[in-house]
């Protein structure tokens, strides 16, 4: 192995640091272990004491007290010698090591990667590679505690013996502690890592030891790398000026960076400057500092605005009653915003570097190689396409369709057409200027060839087909919002409706445990909105989601207020839309010989529809299948009927159109109205 040979190396040109192996202890070593082993490598402990608990614990050579966990990968101690003099012991064991799995496999699954990774290491290779870096680190000449001997604690256990450095760490120092002679120093034992290309990946306040004249000494070296790439070595730069920034303000961190690593490098790490590259802890510290300084502009607003308000209350004719009035109290409100608001600690480090160095690019680099919630969708559309699959596999489509009853297919292509023409209405509803009916319809059956997550494209084609009807920019983004408002407060009125109807219908087809299921989804949803309400966190989350939203919405639904016939179109429009739909899927059940009741069947449609929109695959393509198909028999529909009924539904109002959709797509850009 490359890291034994290192070592091998290491051991011939340091013949004073020990590796020695001890057999001692079980899965958690204990203090008599951990002195033991001390022992056995040639030192005299009398007493440990524990650094990384809040309350320290003290032990002796006596007792057998089992040590502590502490809540990073490693617990660290100091141990007094028979002499006087000081140790400080690392000791890292399986239990911490499995602490830190889940993270890394996080870590590895969505970011890209940005040096060579390894896998689950083994206890002896962490040992090892402590032990490479921390001599590495000081042969380019950066001071960090010198390591006096590495011993196994048996199996599960491994400790790390470093000389004592008197001092603290920058997170226990005050803000008016931290000179300039502090961030110099760390900044010069970066520049003497970064020489030797060597990457330090935690410069975070823990890491720095300040000792008692004022000098960095660097620890927390295990997550460090040899022969770093450029992009880690930039990571150090950005982290540690962040580290600084929160400590003496963005002007002090960026002079005295560049001061000791020059513009150049400073100017490098502009790119990595976004929370991903940060430690767990300076992430925290980021969102606490966001939260406050939204705190200070919602509590600054207020008090700004006030005046205007005074003004407009004073006015004559009422003014603050108007419409004009509304609108200059708006105005105001969002000038008071502006001028409050302030930068967060990112963007104020970016100007600093940007005085220094105009000309630094500051184009973010791309280290996410997926997110979360994509993963999500992926992980649910596998499954979901799985069943379908499984199911298709099976399926004899020649003896199915010759059984169909083509009238009632004819009545569900019927049904089909009929949604083009009540999207049009629902969209034509929320928009006061004049557009020609024919051709929103044509841009309906042109937005069935975007096939796009969740009907986002038909959003961007309504939008663009607006605009180019002279509708203004930002009335057609409100009038395209406004109508996708309306249709989901619709949607779940439906779904209220339906599911009281069809929970409350006592017949054969919708048996008494499905009605238990619909009446307890319908509870559910209660207790989620319940939920969202109450809970301080998530009601601020999704009101500040909305909050854009509803900035052009509601004046566009003021505005609609004064065309009450418009109005009444766009909901009309988007009602027949959905029971279109909702009978779409009633002719294809009875086009295979069963039934089920109109409001069991809009019910099924409603939920399945939805949840399956919630997966952002193009068209909702394996998730609608089987939610649809999931609903169908739990309602009391045969397998081996919904499924043909589903596959129909999802032919003739997904996949048909589609072709038949390029010739409008192609005329209306033809006609530049798209």
Request: hydrophobic share 50%.
């Amino acid at each position: 192995m490359i890291i034994d040979a290192h070592l091998a190396a290491l051991a011939v040109r340091y013949p004073s640091v020990p590796l020695v192996v001890s057999q001692l202890g079980g899965l958690r070593p204990t203090l008599r272990n951990l002195l033991a082993a001390l022992r056995e490598l040639g030192f005299a402990p009398v007493t440990a004491q524990r650094l990384d608990q809040t309350t320290e614990r003290r032990g002796t050579a006596g007792r057998d007290t089992t040590l502590g966990i502490g809540s990073d990968r490693c617990r660290r101690y100091v141990v007094i010698l028979e002499d006087g003099a000081s140790l400080d012991v690392t000791l890292v064991d399986r239990e911490q090591q499995a602490r830190a799995f889940f993270h890394r496999a996080r870590h590895s699954l969505l970011m890209r990667p940005i040096c060579e990774r390894r896998g689950l290491k083994s206890l002896r290779h962490a040992l090892e590679r402590e032990t490479l870096l921390t001599h590495a680190a000081i042969a380019a000449g950066a001071r960090t505690p010198k390591l006096l001997a590495a011993s196994e604690l048996g199996p599960d256990a491994v400790m790390l013996v470093h000389e004592h450095v008197r001092g603290r760490s920058l997170d226990t120092l005050d803000d008016d502690d931290v000179s300039e002679q502090v961030v110099d120093s760390a900044w010069e034992q970066v520049r003497a890592l970064h020489t030797r290309r060597i990457a330090h990946r935690r410069l975070t306040g823990d890491a720095l030891l300040v000792d008692e004249s004022g000098r960095i000494h660097l620890t927390g070296l295990q997550d460090g790398e040899v022969a770093a790439g450029d992009l880690l070595l930039r990571m150090d730069v950005a982290q540690l000026l962040t580290t600084f920034a929160l400590r003496v303000g963005p002007e002090r961190s960026v002079s005295c960076a560049t001061r000791v690593l020059g513009p150049d490098a400073v100017a490098g790490s502009l790119p990595l400057l976004q929370p991903l590259v940060f430690s767990r802890s300076t992430r925290d510290t980021l969102r606490r500092h966001a939260k406050e300084r939204a705190e200070r502009e919602r509590e600054a607003v207020p008090a700004a605005v006030e005046p205007v308000g005074l003004a407009l209350s004073e006015g004559a004719d009422g003014l603050k009653a108007t419409r004009a009035g509304r609108d200059i109290d708006e105005r105001a409100r969002e000038e008071s915003l502006a001028r409050v608001q302030e930068d967060d600690i990112l963007a104020q480090i970016r100007r600093q570097v940007l005085r220094v160095r105009p000309q630094a690019p500051v184009a973010p680099v791309r280290l996410e190689r997926i997110k979360p919630r994509t993963l999500i969708a992926l992980i649910t559309s596998a499954f979901a396409v799985h069943y379908l699959f499984s199911q298709l596999v099976s399926f004899d489509f020649g003896a199915v369709f010759q059984e169909a009853d083509w009238t009632w297919v004819v009545v569900a292509l019927t049904f089909s057409a009929l949604t083009y023409v009540a999207a049009a209405m629902s969209l034509l509803g929320f928009v006061p200027e004049k557009v020609l009916f024919g051709k929103t319809v044509l841009a309906q059956f042109a937005a069935s060839l975007v096939v796009m997550p969740a009907a986002v494209g038909g959003v961007a084609l309504n939008t663009r087909f607006l605009q180019r009807n002279r509708v203004r920019s930002g009335h057609a983004v409100a009038s395209v919002g406004a109508s996708q408002l309306a249709a989901g407060v619709i949607h779940a009125l439906l779904v209220l409706v339906f599911g009281y109807m069809a929970g409350t219908r006592h017949t054969e087809i919708l048996s008494p445990s499905s009605s238990r299921v619909v009446i307890g989804g319908l509870l559910t949803a209660a207790v989620l909105v319940l939920v969202m309400v109450t809970v301080p966190y998530l009601r601020r989350f999704v009101m500040t989601r909305m909050r854009t939203l509803l900035a052009g919405v509601v004046p566009r639904m003021l505005d609609l207020l004064q065309h009450p016939r418009k109005l009444l179109t766009g909901v009309g429009g988007i009602l027949m839309f959905n029971l279109c739909f909702c009978a779409c899927l009633d002719a294809s059940v009875r086009a295979f010989g069963h039934s089920l009741s109109y409001s069991t069947i809009a019910l099924v449609y409603l939920v399945g529809s939805a949840a399956g929109s919630a997966v952002p695959t193009p068209g909702g393509i394996g998730a609608i299948e089987t939610s649809l198909v999931t609903a169908l028999t739990l309602a009391g529909l045969p397998e081996n009927v919904a499924f043909p009924a589903v596959l129909l539904h999802r032919l003739l109002t997904f996949w048909l159109p589609i072709l038949p959709g390029w010739a409008p797509f192609v005329w209306l850009t033809r006609k530049q109205l798209l």
